[in-house]
């Protein structure tokens, strides 16, 4: 069993302040926290580190890695057309391995711990790679209504029933209907119906663009969270991406069905999408996570960034410079991707929480002087700041070297899949 | 003299397409750039680096470093007045020396070879810190005309006659106006005259808060380009850093008047200024830099997250998923930062221009796959990839250590500075 203790470490604390304690490890747990001296054997020196939660990417396609840097500055119709898809159907299930194991160096290196992710099919093969990783994953396949969606509904529950609760929980399914453009109406009942006999939860893109809800608008009648709910989609436990155009009535559904978003500030800056309302949904206190999107479109996985534009952009859409303080997104990184994924005991640092753990090297000159560690994390560091990463008690990096995958084969592999992938 | 080649390295072309080639450097400049096989000695091996031109700061206060994180998510005012001003106030010699030098290190180690600082008292001791790191340096002392404004244009005249194209002409000293709500028309006519009888370039805050602007035309009936234009000081090089609220006129006269404008996305974003009309300025053929603004307000001195923002925030401001190309923002970083701050055969890897280089390591997992380096720079890497940074034909950093600047001992005299400043 896992047993250690972090000494002296500057934390975050769950109420967003910081203190200097050590943290003690049990098995997969916080088992105590304490101040003052620490003795023995099993001590990670905690000096000049900054403890907080593992970071939570709330929406990500980890496998689209392999067309990072693709195809860029470009329109999204003609993006998603023209260079996008057609390397996406050349994909096969060791592209899909190999591009999630790359997804899964960048994420540990850059502190993140868990992960929501959609794509597909072979699905599969990013679940191998969570549980070899030692990673977090909520994984749903792809559903896509109007292309083959009775067999891709079948990889799902077939995704479920293999894959969930596996790798000691740190495996979860979820169900993936891709977005209200590509799942018609009665295409999502009957993702209601096989999600409610296994009582999954579900990923789902939403309202990421202002064409998605014209087009909602002129076929149903309705706007999105209008048309899903009607559904009963919203009951089962939802997790909504991008959520970038809201009304307000659609605002009082996602209150009302406790519905989680997972804000992706780099993407829907990127891609010209918009701006999420987060300062109003946080203030009906909807939990807002945060996530990456795919490196295709945002173009990395780092959380750290992510933090850093959710702050940046809610002052500058508001012009309030008090919006989303650096405690509150780091919150949203941690605390509120853990609820998004619905994931019990993870996000706090507190006893008996999951040690999900990242400590942050706070001696390069961006860390100086360092009156404010939360601010120096979200506002000044850089994502190769972090040092230790511990998910369930378990090292995965420790001084920046992986623990559990072999990078350079990994970088090998994922290299000759790409290459495969881009050659005509 | 200095004769080296850096050979088989992925480079940035003026035009904003890449080319592998060898780049030789003779002296201060780029002799000649080849293709094909490279022998002999002194040769910098260039495989998997990109060599980008040096990243230009066109607007920073380098000795704020002091005051990173020691206030953060405060309304402006409150944010001057209780928190940043009284510690400014308490500021020696000393720590506006030991606060640049932490600077230099944070610039070079991002990638930084060149910085606009408008500061002071003290701006000899920046000038000092120009000359010992290798940078290139454009200083102008920070002059407030309601409060010792007499006093302070001396100092900015005394700093151009010591300091104006010292180290090799590494050092260009401009007069640096604070702002219109911090100097009035007639003090500016005064900076106008002694600036005009040394030839000197002026660098001045502009248009950078909504209240500055209704101030300004409660005041003189004008807005502040207009006010400026009248005082002449438009006519002598014009740096004009933020220009967040402009209207069209004054988007005329910066164009008539050949104002070049540092674009500080992450600092307009953090103290919710607003959004610099990037994409109009740039259709005019107006010159727009990048800078970082000081420590404090954004919260580092990294140039490439500058470039990431003003790239990601100028497409969600026009909903224009083709604003701002990755090439664009990396030719606002290097080619437009030369033009702003005025320095001759700076910004571009050609022969016969000053060998200001910057090799950026793409080994790392967020560079791969590597179909487009300037994507990739732009929008994945972060600042820790910066490898070896050239100035003046000068190697300043090689293997990210340190060739001029003792990093350890500016840390601790830094540190120090710090704390005196800030306990009570």
């Known amino acids: 069993m896992n047993s250690f203790v972090i000494s002296g470490v500057k934390m975050f604390k769950p ?47 980890a496998s689209m890695t392999l067309l990072r840097s693709y195809s860029d500055d470009k329109a999204l119709m003609d993006w998603l057309q023209k260079d996008i898809w ?53 994984l749903s396949q792809g559903l896509i209504g109007i292309f083959d969606g009775d067999k891709r509904l079948v990889w799902n529950i077939e995704l479920y029933k293999n894959f969930h609760g596996r790798a000691d929980g740190r495996i ?39 064409t998605e809800i014209d087009d909602c608008i002129k076929n149903y009648g309705k706007r999105p969270f209008e048309v899903v709910a009607e559904t009963g989609l919203l009951d089962l436990g939802f997790l909504a991406a991008h959520c970038v155009h809201l009304s307000d009535e659609e605002i009082e559904i996602i209150k009302a069905k406790k519905v989680r978003v997972a804000h992706n500030p780099g993407s829907n800056m990127k891609l010209a999408s918009g701006i999420c ?27 750290l960034e992510e933090m850093r534009l959710a702050a940046l952009l809610a002052k500058v859409d508001t012009l309030n410079p008090l919006a989303v303080p650096a405690a509150q997104a780091l919150q949203m990184a941690t605390e509120n991707g853990a609820k998004a994924l619905n994931l019990a005991n993870v996000g706090r640092l507190e006893e008996g ?72």
């Not at 072979?122 to 030692?134: N, Y």
């Not at 453009?181 to 579900?202: Q, S």
Request: glycine letters at 8%.
């Open 15 to 61: 109420s967003g302040e910081v203190v200097t304690a050590n943290i003690y490890v049990s098995g997969d747990k916080i088992s105590k926290i304490t101040q003052g001296e620490v003795a023995g054997a099993n001590v990670i020196d905690g000096k000049n580190k900054f403890a907080t939660p593992g970071l939570v990417n709330a929406h990500t396609h």
């Open 86 to 138: 057609p390397i996406e159907d050349k994909m096969t299930r060791k592209d899909i391995y190999w591009g999630a194991a790359l997804a899964a160096v960048e994420m540990i290196k850059s502190g993140t711990t868990a992960f929501a992710d959609m794509y597909g099919p072979c699905m599969d093969e990013v679940a191998k790679v969570v549980d070899e990783s030692g990673l977090r994953g909520s």
């Open 353 to 424: 929480c999951k040690a999900d753990i990242v400590l942050w090297d706070m001696c390069s000159v961006e860390w100086q002087p360092n009156y404010n560690p939360v601010s120096l994390l979200v506002y000044s560091a850089n994502s190769s700041a972090a040092d230790t990463v511990i998910v369930d008690g378990k090292i995965l990096m420790q001084g920046r070297e992986l623990k559990t995958l072999d990078e350079e084969k990994i970088l090998a592999e994922f290299t000759a899949c790409a290459n495969r992938l881009t050659k005509n």
């Open 277 to 303: 309302p987060v300062t109003k949904l946080l203030s009906k206190g909807v939990t807002v996570a945060l996530g990456t999107d795919g490196a295709s479109s945002n173009n990395n996985l780092d959380m």
């Open 172 to 210: 979860q399914i979820m169900f993936g209907p891709h977005a209200i453009y590509t799942c018609p109406p009665d295409y999502l009942k009957k993702v209601v119906n096989e999600a409610a006999k296994l009582g999954a939860e579900i990923h789902m893109h939403m309202n990421e663009t202002k």
